[in-house]
């Protein structure tokens, strides 16, 4: 694992190290010319589980921008093909389910699955976490996983969907079932949490990717617990992000198992501070769509980022969500030096 003493890890400690870490999420993927050479010819989810491609594709961004942190190169539906559910990414639409999951019968069905199976499947993960933090050296690798809900929601509505009417309802409808379906993907995230700090990850980042869609109330009662139970029992730092979860940004906490919360663009970081208390990191959060502003405009907002941040115990720099494929990788490497104190 990494230096205890790297900024990003003693930033999720509390700490203020002499300069804001930064790293990007999606800074791996499809915004590098690298990237995409590379994956010719290979599907996304054999990519993520071909342990020489996975770590090349999470060190590409490391080498160019120089961030204090590596993502690990994967896809949130990776833990579920692990257990052994049929799930293909279709291009220009994303993850897509053979049989989805909107009875009680399907939720038995899927549950029955032991999640020790994401563990023992895993080794492809292993061998490319250990591969990566091989050359990262001192500098940390985040570990990812996908919350349960957002898990879920993938599961009941059979792929991607903008309001999550299935999932939603379901919640109200059969909330034994709905349970019993979060609890079985918080132990899924779990155990692919596990493999990939048995493989030498320092940190993990839970990904709630459309927390967003729920109510304040129904996001208390039937997501967060779940989310906690994913990240209780990691034994490193542990960063909460979800999507549009400005409205009850506190309970992102977790009950204080979080040791980061991320904010999306949508709140500035001073406001999230203050809603998270004293006692937590934040992470993030300049908008993705100032990557493509006029410099002067992007760097003005950068630095507003860094001032709201002083307002937290610690603050990581990050977006308010991922890179957009399109964007220019020069203009990354300039926000990290930005970051950084660097003459840009």
């Given at each position: 694992m990494a230096a205890a003493d790297a900024p990003l890890l003693r930033a999720l400690r509390g700490d203020r190290p002499e300069r804001t870490p930064v790293w990007f999420m999606r800074q791996a993927g499809r915004s590098l010319p690298e990237y995409r050479?590379?994956?010719?010819?290979?599907?996304?989810?054999?990519?993520?589980?071909?342990?020489?491609?996975?770590?090349?594709?999470?060190?590409?961004?490391?080498?160019?921008?120089?961030?204090?942190?590596?993502?690990?190169?994967?896809?949130?539906?990776?833990?579920?093909?692990?257990?052994?559910?049929?799930?293909?990414?279709?291009?220009?639409?994303?993850?897509?389910?053979a049989d989805p999951v909107r009875s009680a019968a399907?939720?038995?069905?899927?549950?029955?699955?032991?999640?020790?199976?994401?563990?023992?499947?895993?080794?492809?993960?292993?061998?490319?976490?250990?591969?990566?933090?091989?050359?990262?050296?001192?500098?940390?690798?985040?570990?990812?996983?996908?919350?349960?809900?957002?898990?879920?929601?993938?599961?009941?509505?059979?792929?991607p969907s903008k309001e999550h009417l299935r999932a939603r309802a379901m919640m109200h409808a059969d909330p034994r079932a709905w349970h019993r379906l979060a609890e079985w993907l918080a132990a899924v995230s779990a155990a692919f949490l596990r493999a990939q700090i048995e493989g030498g990850a320092s940190a993990v980042q839970l990904f709630d990717s459309w927390a967003g869609s729920l109510s304040t109330a129904d996001y208390r009662a039937f997501a967060a617990p779940h989310s906690r139970a994913a990240l209780e029992d990691v034994t490193v730092p542990r960063i909460h992000f979800g999507v549009g979860t400005g409205p009850f940004l506190d309970a992102m906490r977790l009950d204080g198992v979080a040791d980061a919360v991320g904010a999306d663009w949508r709140m500035p970081l001073n406001e999230a501070a203050a809603l998270l208390g004293r006692d937590v990191t934040v992470q993030g959060n300049l908008d993705p769509a100032l990557l493509t502003a006029p410099a002067d405009v992007l760097f003005a907002a950068v630095d507003d980022v860094l001032a709201r941040g002083r307002a937290a115990r610690a603050h990581i720099f990050n977006l308010g969500h991922g890179v957009p494929?399109?964007?220019?990788?020069?203009?990354?490497?300039?926000i990290v030096a930005r970051v950084h104190g660097e003459a840009v």
């Open positions: 050479e590379l994956r010719v010819g290979t599907r996304m989810l054999d990519a993520c589980l071909t342990p020489d491609l996975a770590a090349e594709i999470t060190l590409q961004p490391v080498r160019r921008h120089g961030v204090d942190a590596g993502i690990f190169f994967s896809d949130i539906v990776i833990p579920l093909r692990l257990a052994g559910i049929e799930v293909e990414i279709q291009p220009g639409r994303g993850p897509v389910f399907d939720v038995a069905r899927v549950t029955a699955i032991d999640p020790e199976r994401v563990a023992e499947a895993a080794g492809p993960v292993r061998e490319a976490v250990r591969l990566v933090t091989a050359e990262l050296g001192d500098t940390p690798l985040i570990g990812f996983a996908g919350a349960p809900f957002t898990l879920a929601a993938y599961l009941v509505e059979g792929g494929p399109e964007t220019d990788p020069d203009v990354l490497s300039r």
